[in-house]
Nanobody
Framework: QVQLVESGGGLVQAGGSLRLSCAAS????????MGWFRQAPGKEREFVAV????????NLADSVKGRFTISRDNSKNTVYLQMNSLKPEDTAVYYC???????????????WGQGTQVTVSS
């Protein structure tokens, strides 16, 4: 098993930046494909970004392409989500998740963090 803890969320003005971190403990991160998802109030959890085990492949949701970047440092057992040019519609709880395949559906991920709140003010 792996335990995931997100950090780095907060309140930021539109156009600002945040970097989310997801630290893993238990099994090492290299064993997993890692994803970021978000959930706004009253909405379903949605895919944001995914990165393969060695970081050679990644994919981003269309809504964040050109603004967000996903990366990982397996030596630190940590995955990152760099978020630039933030918009009010990016406001949500952001979750990192660990799975075995590069996939955009939440059901394909086995382990989840507790989430970190990102609020973007206009």
């Amino acid at each position: 098993q792996v335990q995931l803890v997100e950090s780095g969320g907060g309140l930021v003005q539109a156009g600002g930046s945040l970097r989310l971190s997801c630290a893993a403990s238990g099994r090492t991160l290299i064993n997993y494909v890692m994803g970021w998802f978000r959930q706004a109030p009253g909405k379903e959890r949605e895919f944001v970004a995914v990165i393969s085990r060695y970081g050679l492949n990644s994919n981003l949701a269309d809504s964040v392409k050109g603004r967000f970047t996903i990366s990982r440092d397996n030596s630190k057992n940590t995955v990152y989500l760099q978020m630039n040019s933030l918009k009010p519609e990016d406001t949500a709880v952001y979750y990192c998740a660990a799975g075995n395949t590069v996939h955009t559906a939440p059901r394909n991920y086995d382990y989840w963090g507790q989430g970190t709140q990102v609020t973007v003010s206009s």
